[in-house]
């Protein structure tokens, strides 16, 4: 009772969910399990039910990264700081700010002219839902930065933002988001 059927479906999966191994599902990284993904924290399938994480809290935690882009691009940087904990903690090219007043400062100073804004792009988000009730949500996901250079959006950033979520009055805050940017592989001679 309440396993996978024969054929591998769960009948408590959401509709049009992957089946279980398929990859593609909540909180499973591409490709067999590996404790490489379990030292990084990440819950693999077969260790988390899609019920174990409310749809609705899952939507809120996307919704505030798209949120944080929106309020990013359109110059609105109490919008910003707005979507952190008040103790929350933004990292980005060895800069740190800690709190809602440091976290609007950084923002002000990056971002506070038109000519320093851009499109953000968020994808690939895997979200890893809080271990016990009330915890930390996590979240992995890939970035990329475009700015306009002789009149034409162009990507001058890429990388990954490493997000921990947590409720404040009832809504999904950034309690610590680190920006890491994408550095080119090393290549060894031959």
């Known amino acids: ?9 769960d009948p408590r999966a959401r509709p049009g969910a992957p089946a279980p191994g398929a990859g593609g599902g909540r909180g499973r990284p ?30 809120a935690v996307r919704a505030a990264l798209a949120r944080y882009c929106h309020c990013c691009d359109d110059g609105d940087l109490d919008g910003v700081a707005a979507l952190f904990a008040p103790d929350g903690l933004f990292t980005f090219g060895g800069r740190t700010a800690r709190g809602t007043r440091e976290i609007l400062e950084f923002f002000q100073a990056s971002s506070g002219k038109e000519e320093q804004r851009g499109k953000h792009l968020t994808v690939n988000v895997v979200v890893t839902p809080p271990a016990t009730p009330g915890g930390t949500a996590r979240v992995a996901s890939d970035f990329v930065f475009l700015r306009f250079e002789e009149g034409r959006l162009v990507p001058a950033l890429a990388g990954r933002y490493d997000d921990e979520f947590v409720r404040v009055d009832g809504q999904w805050r950034f309690a610590s988001r680190q920006a890491r940017l994408m550095r080119q592989p090393r290549t060894t001679q031959p």
């Open 30 to 59: 591409c490709g067999p399990a590996t404790a490489g993904a379990r030292s990084a924290g990440i819950l693999l399938e077969d260790e988390v039910h899609v019920s174990d994480f409310p749809l609705a809290d899952e939507l």
């Open 1 to 9: 009772p309440g396993g996978p059927r024969p054929g591998g479906r």
